[in-house]
């Protein structure tokens, strides 16, 4: 794992940069996705999240959660078009800060199974070329990560 001002860059994770989205491809075909450190920082503490449920159809860019913190609320985007196949909203019920916590662990969204992998991987990171790519939006946007203490 790479880290940057603070800021844990997993290597072996997609991500869809500009979005601030990780993506975990899982060996049945579908994603895991979830808000990067940069993103969980940038949120600030979390109040409540709120995601769609199994069986929606989300496209690329187009909201899979609604996310609200005391600075923010707002859509939390799908990196990928695809179906809404699982979700991790019991773990928001029972503590909402996890993925300010644990963004890359616990803290996952929701899973998807992707409608277009092949065509859409084109447009994430991954990867040394990833790590780059995010040690440069970090220093762009000015962010140092921290995590929320117990």
Not at 5 to 25: A, F, K
Not at 76 to 83: D, K, R, W
Not at 112 to 135: F, H, I, M, N, R
Request: glycine content about 10%; overall charge negative; charged content about 30%.
């Amino acid at each position: 794992m790479s880290v940057w001002r603070g800021c844990d860059i997993p290597e072996d994770l997609w991500y869809d940069i500009d979005r601030d989205v990780w993506i975990r491809v899982e060996g049945d075909g579908t994603v895991t996705v979830g808000m990067t450190d940069p993103a969980q920082t940038r949120c600030g503490m979390l109040v409540h999240l709120q995601i769609k449920r199994p069986g929606r159809k989300v496209v690329r860019g187009r909201s899979i959660a609604t996310a609200e913190s005391a600075k923010w609320v707002g859509p939390f985007p799908a990196p990928v078009s695809g179906e809404i196949v699982g979700t991790n909203q019991t773990a928001f019920d029972d503590d909402v800060r996890i993925a300010n916590k644990d963004p890359y662990g616990g803290g996952w969204i929701a899973r998807l199974l992707p409608d277009d992998w092949a065509g859409e991987v084109e447009q994430l990171s991954t990867g040394k070329d990833a790590v780059e790519k995010y040690k440069q939006r970090i220093e762009a946007i000015g962010v140092n990560c921290m995590r929320c203490a117990e």
